[in-house]
């Protein structure tokens, strides 16, 4: 990820273009380039050496008009408020591009997960959702999992709300176990999600699933589900990476076969030499740079922000980008690919399988009800389908690229309930 690069400044220059686009009221303009509350924690951790030790955490709650803010908590060392911030923004416009009855919302928490054990993620967990208890809840802002969170950490958040407002609500955390209320296919939904619009992408450029070639970048929740489903769709994986590095082979790769290797030797990257190609052949080591820029149909960018970038988006040769990852294209890259007639699905509509299924894990809470992960994910085709077909409808009347095609269908409808409440 470039560090140099503000993902607030991007999220507000793609607002800016739907502005200039089709404009809303300019006060109600405004007020959206805003985050409505910024709440900053100082989180005491008690360390398994017996040191205590404090992380920063926060929780932006964006826009609250549409109503209770939805979003994830990432754990990461490079989170920072501007980033959350940016999550924030995009949480509001992908719950509008998805027509959620939600606000937009984002957490995120500076710590590396990666070097604290079970019990210290534990207690850090337990510590975040203590010291928010007072501005989240089933009607006012409801959490989920982001980039390493898990339904674990969801459990622990969700027992340690409860404990401190003295009630059982279990639809203030989504992302839970489904022992602790869950929903059927919430863990693999952005990813199944996903699957729904790389489909409809393929429709868009006439390729069928056999003749379709797809490159991953990220290997973790969203990047492995949408890998294996693909696979199971007859699209062929020809390349997959994590934050150590990649491999590539044109014959393709069998990605549940990935992920096993993953779970042992730690990386993907390692992981050509071990049985994992579709039909033999031979495989290269790629770095994630090179990922970025193969010659293949579809590419799925599923880890971090800023990974195309003016220095590289020249370089892009897939037909379409589908965006898994929260703003992963800055805005100038985006400028390029639209010239390159590289068709970008954007984030808020490419990865709202989650936070979609996260609502129905909401509504199962609130009415007492459990669907099946056939059912679940019924709705969530019939929904995403729907948002693709009309964001991809405006793009096309509007000659614009997709990003600001969703966002203006998502801005003018949180612009009219700003309006309606009169803020
Ligand atoms: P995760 O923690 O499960 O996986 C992240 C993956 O990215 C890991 O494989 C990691 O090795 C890899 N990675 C980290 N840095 C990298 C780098 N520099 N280059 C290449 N790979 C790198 O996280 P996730 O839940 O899969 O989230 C991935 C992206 O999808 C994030 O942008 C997240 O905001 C977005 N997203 C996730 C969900 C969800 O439900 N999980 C929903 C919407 C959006």
Same mark, same amino acid.
């Given at each position: 990820?470039?560090a140099s690069?503000n993902?607030?400044?991007? !999220?507000?220059?793609q607002?800016?273009?739907a502005?200039?686009?089709?404009?809303i009221?300019?006060?109600?303009?405004?007020?959206l380039?805003?985050?409505?509350?910024?709440?900053?924690? $100082?989180i005491?951790v008690?360390?398994d050496?017996?040191?205590?030790?404090f992380?920063?955490g926060?929780?932006v709650?964006?826009?609250d008009?549409?109503g209770?803010?939805?979003g994830?908590?990432?754990?990461?060392?490079?989170?920072?408020?501007?980033?959350?911030m940016a999550l924030?923004?995009?949480?509001?416009?992908?719950?509008?591009?998805?027509?959620?009855?939600?606000?937009?919302?984002?957490?995120?928490?500076?710590?590396n997960?990666?070097e604290m054990?079970?019990?210290?993620?534990?207690?850090?967990?337990r510590?975040?959702?203590r010291?928010?208890a007072?501005?989240?809840?089933?009607e006012?802002?409801?959490?989920?999992?982001?980039v390493?969170?898990?339904?674990?950490?969801m459990a622990?958040?969700?027992?340690?709300?409860?404990k401190?407002?003295?009630?059982?609500?279990?639809?203030?955390?989504t992302?839970?176990p489904?022992e602790?209320?869950?929903?059927?296919?919430?863990?693999i939904?952005t990813?199944?999600?996903?699957t729904?619009? *790389?489909?409809?992408?393929?429709k868009?450029?006439?390729?069928?699933?056999?003749?379709t070639?797809?490159a991953?970048?990220?290997?973790?929740?969203?990047?492995?589900? *949408?890998?294996?489903?693909?696979?199971?769709m007859g699209?062929?994986?020809?390349?997959?990476s994590? $934050?150590?590095?990649?491999?590539?082979?044109e014959h393709?790769f069998?990605?549940h076969k990935i992920l096993?290797?993953?779970s042992?030797?730690g990386?993907?990257g390692?992981c050509?030499h071990?049985?994992?190609?579709?039909?033999?052949?031979?495989?290269q =080591?790629i770095?994630?740079?090179e990922?970025?820029?193969?010659?293949?149909d579809?590419?799925i960018?599923?880890?971090l922000?800023?990974?195309?970038?003016?220095e590289?988006a020249?370089?892009?040769?897939?037909k379409?980008?589908?965006?898994?990852?929260?703003g992963?294209?800055t805005p100038?890259a985006?400028?390029?690919?639209?010239?390159?007639?590289i068709?970008?699905?954007?984030?808020?509509?490419?990865?709202?399988?989650?936070?979609?299924?996260s609502?129905y894990?909401?509504?199962?809470?609130?009415?007492?009800?459990?669907?099946?992960e056939?059912?679940?994910?019924?709705?969530?085709?019939?929904?995403?389908t =729907?948002?693709? !077909?009309?964001?991809?409808?405006?793009?096309?009347?509007?000659?614009?690229?997709?990003?600001?095609?969703?966002?203006?269908?998502?801005?003018?409808?949180?612009?009219?309930?700003?309006?309606?409440?009169?803020?």
């Amino acid at each position: 990820m470039d560090a140099s690069i503000n993902p607030f400044e991007n !999220a507000l220059k793609q607002l800016e273009n739907a502005q200039k686009t089709e404009p809303i009221d300019e006060d109600i303009y405004q007020l959206l380039r805003h985050p409505q509350r910024i709440i900053e924690l $100082s989180i005491p951790v008690k360390m398994d050496s017996g040191e205590l030790k404090f992380f920063t955490g926060y929780r932006v709650q964006y826009n609250d008009a549409p109503g209770p803010t939805k979003g994830g908590i990432r754990y990461h060392p490079h989170v920072t408020l501007d980033e959350v911030m940016a999550l924030a923004a995009w949480m509001t416009w992908k719950c509008s591009v998805a027509g959620l009855p939600y606000g937009g919302a984002k957490g995120g928490v500076i710590c590396n997960p990666k070097e604290m054990s079970e019990g210290e993620i534990e207690r850090l967990s337990r510590g975040y959702a203590r010291a928010l208890a007072n501005c989240i809840g089933p009607e006012v802002d409801i959490p989920a999992p982001d980039v390493y969170t898990n339904p674990q950490i969801m459990a622990w958040m969700s027992d340690e709300y409860n404990k401190a407002v003295g009630k059982e609500l279990p639809a203030t955390f989504t992302g839970k176990p489904i022992e602790n209320g869950g929903s059927e296919g919430r863990g693999i939904s952005t990813g199944v999600g996903g699957t729904f619009i *790389v489909r409809e992408v393929a429709k868009k450029l006439g390729l069928k699933a056999e003749e379709t070639s797809v490159a991953v970048q990220g290997y973790g929740n969203a990047g492995s589900i *949408v890998a294996q489903k693909l696979d199971e769709m007859g699209y062929k994986i020809v390349a997959v990476s994590d $934050s150590k590095g990649g491999i590539y082979s044109e014959h393709g790769f069998d990605p549940h076969k990935i992920l096993s290797c993953k779970s042992e030797v730690g990386t993907v990257g390692e992981c050509g030499h071990i049985g994992v190609l579709a039909e033999g052949g031979d495989f290269q =080591k790629i770095t994630n740079e090179e990922l970025l820029e193969l010659d293949v149909d579809i590419l799925i960018p599923a880890a971090l922000e800023n990974q195309i970038t003016v220095e590289n988006a020249d370089k892009i040769k897939a037909k379409a980008v589908v965006e898994l990852a929260n703003g992963p294209t800055t805005p100038a890259a985006d400028e390029i690919l639209f010239e390159k007639g590289i068709i970008v699905v954007p984030d808020i509509l490419a990865n709202a399988g989650g936070v979609s299924v996260s609502y129905y894990e909401w509504y199962q809470n609130m009415n007492d009800a459990h669907w099946t992960e056939e059912e679940v994910f019924e709705k969530l085709d019939t929904l995403l389908t =729907k948002a693709f !077909a009309d964001v991809s409808e405006k793009s096309d009347n509007n000659k614009t690229d997709m990003r600001t095609a969703a966002f203006i269908l998502a801005v003018h409808k949180v612009a009219e309930k700003v309006k309606e409440r009169g803020y």
